[in-house]
């Protein structure tokens, strides 16, 4: 069975704001198929802008528009059946097996008491194999370390087929391979993405544009090339940057020849 890919949203913020000053009005647009990295501090407020962007937050003022229509006043199902997010809180329910919990991608899609068609098991098996978990399926998610169960958590946002993947620290737990392997697959997917990232090093092999948020302030906006510069480093973080080249390793996949991703 062949599923073509979701079709890629387009993504407006439009002075967002939330909790009194948590995060100031942020305004900007992503093209359909660009990649967000959001940075900034412990605190700078990704995670909030994140949770205002997968529906859980309402906003204070402002609004966010997935291709032109305001997901806060679109019924929750429909928000769900274009945007999935992969979040550091992962599901409790432990006893669920990986290919249970990858199913759930597919609920905002499923129609109240239906069982999973066939379509709908070919995408969990196609996400299962697309992170290398067919050997997992069928372990308890609560047997699983943490680097596994990111990757199946991203299974389960493949498995959803979103316009919009929002993702808050995708590579926490992550070996430097897996980093990789779940960066790539994330740029490979075609849709649109928000991710927050700490790793300096991998958002510039991995974002198209970044904003970067000072103490709930957007502080800059734009390409990963004109964003990223010692200046704006030392004034979200308050390190010094020094430009040395390339790091000391760049690390890429051995079958990736296009080395686009280093870290
Ligand atoms: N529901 C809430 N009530 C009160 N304060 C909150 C709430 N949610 C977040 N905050 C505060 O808002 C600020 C921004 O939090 P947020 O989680 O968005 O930061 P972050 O940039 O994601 O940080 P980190 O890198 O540490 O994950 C923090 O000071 C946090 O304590």
């Given at each position: 069975m062949s599923c073509p890919p979701p079709k890629p949203a387009s993504l407006?913020?439009?002075?967002l704001s939330w909790g009194n000053g948590i995060l100031h009005p942020v305004s900007l647009t992503l093209a359909p198929g660009r990649i967000l990295g959001v940075l900034g501090a412990n605190g700078a407020g990704k995670s909030t802008l994140l949770r205002l962007i997968y529906r859980f937050h309402a906003p204070q003022t402002g609004r966010v528009l997935l291709d032109g229509q305001?997901?806060?006043?679109?019924?929750?199902?429909?928000?769900?059946?274009?945007?999935a997010a992969v979040l550091q809180e992962q599901p409790t329910d432990f006893a669920l097996n990986v290919a249970e919990i990858v199913a759930l991608g597919r609920a905002p899609h499923r129609r109240a008491?239906?069982?999973p068609s066939e379509?709908?098991?070919?995408l969990v098996d196609h996400?299962?194999?697309?992170?290398?978990?067919?050997?997992?399926?069928?372990?308890?998610?609560?047997?699983l370390s943490g680097g596994e169960r990111q990757r199946v958590?991203?299974?389960r946002a493949l498995a959803q087929e979103p316009g919009l993947i929002v993702l808050d620290e995708p590579t926490n737990h992550l070996d430097i391979r897996h980093q990789l392997e779940v960066l790539r697959?994330?740029?490979?997917?075609?849709?649109?993405v928000v991710a927050s990232l700490h790793d300096l090093n991998?958002?510039?092999g991995f974002a198209d544009d970044l904003l970067v948020l000072r103490q709930g302030h957007p502080l800059a906006f734009g390409s990963v090339c004109d964003v990223l510069t010692p200046d704006l480093i030392a004034r979200a973080f308050g390190v010094m940057a020094v430009a040395r080249g390339p790091a000391r390793f760049d690390f890429s996949l051995f079958n990736d020849t296009r080395q686009e991703l280093s870290a």
């Open positions: 407006t913020l439009d002075s305001d997901i806060h006043t679109t019924p929750a199902r429909q928000v769900a059946q274009r945007v008491l239906s069982g379509r709908d098991r070919h996400a299962l194999d697309r992170l290398d978990l067919q050997a997992f399926a069928q372990r308890p998610f609560g047997t958590m991203v299974a697959l994330v740029r490979e997917l075609g849709v649109t991998l958002v510039q």
